[in-house]
């Protein structure tokens, strides 16, 4: 990218897990920037790339596409200054002066965030921020960019299940992301019809899974799909038995939320139960047109934040408008799926996982 | 479906052409009655079953997952008892008086609600409404369901697209639907990267487009898409070239406005371009979760104004809420793309279409 | 459905794990049985509904369709008459008996066929076959259907993975079906461009896949796709590891083969690696074009060959043509990957875990 | 690409219309001459390219996945040589003297393969090639790639249109590709299970068409599909009514075929008709499984003669195996659907447009 002799400079770096839209913020960043001709430093790895000082060829040909793609062209890891400060810290100084940057635009989850916040605050560097979380579980934004990509691959992947659930008379028990947050669980449990939807914020004793199941099989119902997030809290007698645990085969599973419940239901209800972990088939692949243009205008509103010079702040959304917050507030409070929202849904889906 | 003697009996019915997400709102009007036993009267072919005293019949075994089903399991059709009011407001009357209705939810658009609008007004009637319209151009509600699956579906199909442009270094022109508003154009057209964006809402001079497509073309671009709204509107040297005129060919043509717009860039450029009509593909189908859940609550939230007995009004969406507003709000304004919207996409996606 | 008074009557069942193409094949076997207007009785859950004497309603109005949908309608459970030939080979003359059935058409797998052959050769009942698995693994057939709808689907996430892949430099191991033959995965793998394949029919030392990983990684490579059957056999100096036995970690695991690799490449080469597991994911869902042409097919033939009366004979494709064979082919040797067509991808394709 | 002084060099070229598994086919040229340490001199555009000696750069490392991706990455174009043999044949032996070819490997369709095959027979210059038409009429080989990627797609679309022509109890013409050969729309429309299929190669009486409609409403059917291919042939009263004559409405018209059928199904029968034409949908995008693995092997194949010196020859697929014909047989007769697939189809699915 060619650069006057008095071209901003703007580094950018993606951190933490790759979430769908990634690349659209990026986009987005790189469009408004345009605008004022700056000059994009890509950083390659998020704060690592930073850390070390290096960075990815971007070809301006191809920026104007990268919205419709899935992953990272920047590449992430979970790198971060302040693991090792006194060393880490300096080096990260030192790129800034090396690469002559006025700012810096960090996307990221909690850890990257964090790190840009101390970078801003103690150090005084010129950081702005994009959120980022796939589980949708930041207080500081309405929503994440992502999430809704995420929410529609679970659910079509139970959509398709249903063939199998129904042809073998099955409860299919369907485990998706969410290890502290319910929200991908139940949102593509509700749009899905699931049967019952187990998410961490509710905990649920087994018995009332059963009867619920009982229920449902009673009124000539011969198949069900269970939703369950990662890290549901499931009890049995009052005891928590959460994935965390060793179930009573005395392993730590992959996937040991879904495979417990469903030998659980079997075991109890002599119905077959199979479970299936949908895993990165949540989060890989091309972005959904709301995440893209999310992405997009999180990704702009960044880039106006450099322009502005107004640092120490990331872009969000807040009653449906992009605006910004400070950065400090991304590692605020985890939003959780409110007893609202769970009794919302509870009330006329039936859903005993969400109920009290 | 049993019932007691006390039922509360409720009619329902889905008007206008088909909207991913009318199954869904089936579904919550539906779940949301289950709570008071009440006995769910389903009208075939919107209000002509009414008229008519047609019913289907639904099995309330696979009710449930009426949520994942694209299309209206009740059919539709635009048929409107205030075209020959004098026969067939009484006829709707009698059906009323017949079924023994409590209420009746009326799913539909324009048409469909100011119907239902009349009939409360004029004659009483226990109606509700659920405001429906793929093309999102409904003032009374912030989106309407089926408008993000079509904004999806579209913009798959422009990804899709890409390697046939870019093999034969083509423009494609991609006609979505979009009579009156430029929505699903626009949407669509910012998440697929399109270059060119054209919409009803803005006119545009063919010489703009030109002009665009060089200065792309110069940087070395050697294919691109132009995603055009049926309605959008084409000047060439200050005359409206709308798609509803005869062309230079002498034909008023289905798919009119992509297959001109392709046929002059080829012509004024020497770049070879091709039209595709999207067409019925951006409405049929299952929808996407957004629009589950979205018809999954505007139903509930009908269900409950007919428990409330507050008839003369439908759910809508405010501000990220679900909440009611009078039925003859959905007979308003038209909503269509603000200049606030187009200014925010021009300025940094540098789309002329949407410029003054 | 009607019948006339000397109309034949036909029984039909589906037997063994779902896959994708069993509706076509019932619809294959439906139209054919039209022209001669046959009474079709089918049987719910396999042999187990001619044990037990149970059918399912099929309403004609939607037969036609069946050729579009997952799963089969029937029902299907591995339910065998010879388990307990003494109770129940008696009830399934019985039910031919009540049911006055001409003939019977078992779709199914080699214990659902084995079963047929019996009760064809040692009691004489008019039986013929359509075989399925959608493992590939039978002799009798070129290929079986259902097979190319999982690889497809097993391509299409491998496909998606890579972006995850890309963004994390990461190795993903993605286990596919395949307990005793290596089909899907060698095709999937192949399609989908996989950097290793590793399946039951070749063992390969642990050390062979990492020397593999480490050539493509000297070249700059940052991500790779590790495609391992579900029965694949790996050796540690000469000693078969597979993941039926415990592994290192003390626990058998659902998804054992992937998660067992994954491992050992990050332990071994400090590659960051994942493992995934398709599981149902490549069975369930809408067959492909290919395999609702070709199970319509398999599903005429079996028509043809009770109208023929040509029982304990299957339908099968060899050489590309639908034919049919003895019921007793269908449970001869397994097919498996063949020398020739594992060193053919060899040659070409580099991929080490196919070669000696 | 490194080369040493003595390896053997391989230009390639694409032309013609895309087709998924282009970029497969290049791949497993590639791989292939890998095993050599070949050079490939990939050509831009087609024939035009080797006239005007324009070259492309692949990657090395990308050229693995290519066998994921549709289009071709070498751009396409229907250059030829023999548009004007005095300048360009000439230019095109310079390239081959000015690049030290030792072979060429041209992929493409009938225009491509004739030019092909008058450079080797004429000029004598190295060429081997690769056959391609989505339409999949050529005789010289069972199928040709792309074609099932296409048959899956109008598949999947007409399966999803379903829900609105059940939504307004329509009649839905779907038009596919095939100005010669119905082999896509006869192979989707099975698949798909549409109640009538309209081809090239068997002239229908609109009243049949009428008639076969008329019979299905009156079993209840409340919608249907028409499949018809842009070729489709058409008769009233004896007389032919093409797309490629002006209708009754004065106009000719891209995607004529299907929108005349429509309008005609709507007059003759008071059923509500709509046409919308698949167009380049059915071509663009990644090769399902199948194409990915036989363009691959096609490629491979076509590498394999290089090496043995086999110029003039082509691959070719034969009774399910890979092997070479003569460039000649790619311009011999078109392979339309014979009387035996259409007899056969008819007789079980009953489809009036295959039958006499």
Same sequence: chains 1, 2, 3, 4.
Wanted: proline share 4%.
């Amino acid at each position: 990218m060619s650069e006057g002799p008095s071209a901003m400079r703007v580094g950018i770096l993606t951190g933490g897990g790759d979430a769908p839209g990634l690349n659209a913020a990026i986009c987005g960043v790189w469009r408004r920037l345009q605008d004022v001709e700056a000059v994009l430093v890509p950083f390659r790895d998020g704060w690592g790339g930073v850390i070390e000082d290096r960075v990815v060829h971007l070809d301006p040909r191809h920026m104007h596409e990268l919205v419709t793609r899935g992953g990272t062209i920047l590449g992430s890891s979970s790198a971060n200054p302040y693991r090792d400060p006194g060393r880490d810290v300096p080096r990260v100084k030192a790129t800034f002066a090396r690469r002559r940057l006025d700012a810096l635009v960090a996307i990221g989850g909690e850890g990257t965030l964090l790190a840009a916040e101390r970078l801003h605050r103690e150090e005084g560097l010129p950081v702005v921020g994009v959120p980022k979380t796939i589980d949708n579980d930041l207080s500081a934004t309405d929503f994440t960019f992502g999430f809704f990509t995420a929410v529609d691959r679970a659910m079509t992947m139970i959509d398709q299940l249903r063939t199998t659930a129904d042809s073998h008379h099955r409860v299919m028990v369907v485990e998706c992301m969410g290890r502290h947050a319910g929200w991908i669980t139940a949102y593509a449990g509700v749009a899905a019809g699931a049967e019952v939807i187990l998410v961490p914020e509710r905990p649920v004793e087994l018995n009332e899974v059963f009867q619920r199941l009982r229920t449902l099989r009673a009124t000539g119902k011969e198949s069900a799909v269970v939703a369950v997030a990662e890290g549901c809290r499931i009890l049995e007698d009052g005891r928590l038995l959460s994935s965390d645990e060793k179930d009573e085969y005395g392993c730590y599973k992959v996937g040991g939320a879904g495979e417990m419940v469903a030998r659980r239901i079997q075991h109890a209800l002599g119905w077959e139960a199979r479970a299936i972990v949908l895993g990165h088939l949540q989060r890989s692949g091309p972005p959904g047109a709301f995440d893209r243009i999310f992405a997009l205008r999180l990704g702009a509103k960044a880039a106006r934040l450099v322009m502005e010079r107004r640092f120490g702040r990331m872009s969000a959304l807040r009653n449906g408008d992009v605006t910004d917050v400070a950065l400090s507030e991304a590692v605020g409070e985890r939003k959780v799926l409110s007893p609202t929202f769970i009794d919302r849904y509870q009330d006329f889906f039936l859903v005993p996982a969400l109920s009290p």
